[in-house]
């Protein structure tokens, strides 16, 4: 019953982000154009085509992978705290954006190459991101617990950023107003061609965490309990950080980075279905993820009005009063 409620709260919000915005549309419109009807309003269609619909698609990829990143995260370290993020990817993708757009009186001639290439900032973070990868996962397999792997991370979050403040200091106004845009997060700037192959790398990452419940599971007791029920702890720890990292290095590039969702989104999940087994949790923290991600995407668009909110801050904005609350009510916060 919780699942085909969510479900139905899921189709509601979707037909309600398609609906509104600065320009309001009928539902029945929205319905008739989304099954391939005719309409009178060619306007009503293309504005749903090719911009409301792919937004709502990203939107709902985003609120999914950065839950069940940020899950796996959790059970990972056991630490209600971890989100998709702790690890430094986010940090390492805007590294290689503020390289690219702050670093021009630096680096020069390569920037400039660069900037002139399509997708330059999804290339740029995607590879700022795959380098911090790698460095985790070459960490992974020298130090033996995950409380160590945990610091780590956090170490390169702190590094990265320390890079970005210098390259900050000497950038010049205009460099900073566009890197401060990318940080802020957009769903809206994708077309069908960059949607179609950032779904593709979404659903690998996330059969990959399907293909890992069990052991998810057995995480949960320890990595001790779990290396005596036959568990591969390093094998596991390198899969799960796999499949992490190719969710929030991706949503990173291609959205920029994506506050509170991966963290928060967990925890309500467990409130709601009050389990902790990651066969049930898993997918409704992508269900729960996906329709968090649209009502704030619907709240950012300010219905009736031309101005658009940044995503990045209505997510928080939206977000921690639902957790703060759900958690004094609670008085318990627990994995």
């Known amino acids: 019953m919780l699942f085909a409620g969510l479900n139905l709260i899921l189709l509601t ?18 319905v008739r154009i989304l099954i391939r009807q005719t309409t009178d309003n060619e306007n009503w269609k293309y504005i749903i085509i090719n911009y409301r619909l792919p937004k709502v698609l990203v939107a709902m990829f985003v609120g999914c992978g950065l839950s069940v990143s940020g899950l796996m995260m959790q059970t990972l370290f056991r630490n209600p705290m971890a989100g998709p993020y702790v690890l430094g990817i986010s940090s390492g993708a805007s590294l290689g954006v503020a390289l690219l757009v702050l670093g021009g009186s630096t680096f020069g ?3 400039a190459f660069l900037s002139g290439l399509d997708y330059s900032l999804v290339f740029v973070a995607s590879l700022g991101g795959f380098m911090v990868m790698l460095a985790i996962l070459a960490m992974s397999h020298r130090v033996r617990d995950t409380l160590s792997l945990l610091i780590i991370g956090l170490m390169f979050s702190s590094l990265t950023g320390a890079l970005v ?16 845009f990318w940080s802020l997060g957009s769903l809206g700037d994708l077309s069908w061609h960059n949607i179609l192959f ?23 007791l320890g990595e001790t309990q779990a290396a005596s029920m036959g568990v591969s702890v390093k094998k596991a720890r390198f899969w799960i950080l796999i499949a992490t990292c190719l969710l929030a290095g991706t949503i990173t590039a291609f959205v920029g980075p994506i506050a509170f969702i991966g963290l928060a989104v967990p925890h309500i999940t467990r409130l709601i279905f009050k389990t902790a087994d990651h ?3 898993l997918p409704a923290v992508g269900l729960v993820g996906a329709i968090l ?29 639902v957790v703060i609350w759900l958690l004094v009510r609670k008085k318990k916060m627990y994995l």
């Open 13 to 30: 919000v979707i037909l309600l982000n398609i609906t509104l915005g600065s320009v309001d549309i009928p539902i029945d419109e929205v």
């Open 109 to 111: 001639g390569a920037v």
């Open 165 to 180: 403040s210098v390259l900050a200091y000497f950038a010049p106004a205009a460099s900073l107003q566009k890197y401060l």
């Open 198 to 220: 950032f779904a593709i790398i979404m659903a690998i990452a996330l059969l990959m965490s399907v293909a890992k419940i069990k052991t998810l599971n057995a995480l949960l």
């Open 279 to 281: 066969r049930m949790l």
């Open 293 to 321: 991600m649209l009502i704030c995407d619907t709240i950012a668009q300010l219905p009736g009005s031309e101005l658009v909110l940044p995503i990045n801050a209505v997510t928080s904005l939206v977000g921690a009063p």
